[in-house]
């Protein structure tokens, strides 16, 4: 039981270039999310899902794009990076929410340098 | 609009000293509210929340409706205690959406 992992670990781009940020979760959570993490600024959600086929957007969207073709998976997408999008990224999952809200399981993150 | 203010970015105590970390929410309705934590080198996860009014690591967080905050407190804090922690109230606009604090960074000093 790997939890969430998020693949790559590490990556830097060009102004520019596009690349795909790759959840995966295996505790058949409906809810998957998209953070990002800035100095100073907490986490900020970009986008999520409640489901399969299901996407939302988040606090801020802007610049990115998701898709959740499968239950486990979840991709975050940068179409042309910006140095503004030099971030860590955390995805979490959780399951449906309860009346109260659920716990939320993070991934081990992804440092994303835009030069 | 919800928000939730964590006024401590930094926090330095000693080690056996008690320590306190803030967190103010400006909220509708009754909060369920979480203290995530990050310790270097590790995920974010969830330390403990105030449906459960647990124990979590010696620390507790007792929400007071009347001061809208949720505190995360421990009378002894240890040097694994040093992390970074985020209050998260629900974000009322998603489905189990989480708003996160700017977070405070507590050092314990040995």
């Known amino acids: 039981n790997a939890g969430v992992t998020q693949t790559p670990k590490f990556r830097v781009l060009k102004t520019g270039q596009s690349m795909t940020l790759l959840c995966a979760q295996d505790m058949n959570h409906e809810y998957m999310y998209w953070y990002r993490q800035d100095p100073g600024m907490g986490l900020r959600l970009i986008h999520y899902s409640v489901g399969e086929g299901t996407t939302a957007k988040g606090e801020v969207p802007d610049g990115y794009n998701v898709s959740r073709l499968k239950k486990q998976n979840f991709l975050l997408g940068l179409e042309s990076a910006a140095p503004s999008q030099t971030s860590v990224y955390f995805c979490?999952?959780?399951?449906?929410?309860?009346?109260?809200?659920?716990?939320?399981?993070f991934g081990p993150g992804t440092r994303l340098l835009v030069l | 609009a919800q928000r939730v203010t964590q006024p401590e970015k930094l926090l330095s105590v000693f080690k056996g000293a008690p320590v306190e970390l803030k967190c103010n929410y400006s909220?509708?309705?009754?909060?369920?509210l979480f203290w995530y934590v990050q310790y270097s080198r590790q995920r974010l996860q969830l330390l403990l929340r105030?449906?459960s009014r647990e124990s979590i690591k010696g620390f507790t967080a007792d929400l007071n409706k009347g001061e809208t905050s949720f505190h995360l407190k421990k009378p002894f804090a240890q040097e694994e205690d040093s992390a970074m922690y985020y209050c998260a109230p629900p974000d009322q606009t998603g489905a189990n959406n989480l708003f996160f604090g700017t977070g405070t960074r507590l050092t314990v000093i040995p």
């Open positions: 979490a999952s959780s399951y449906s929410v309860g009346a109260l809200g659920e716990t939320q399981y």
């Open positions: 105030h449906i």
């Open positions: 909220y509708s309705g009754s909060p369920e």
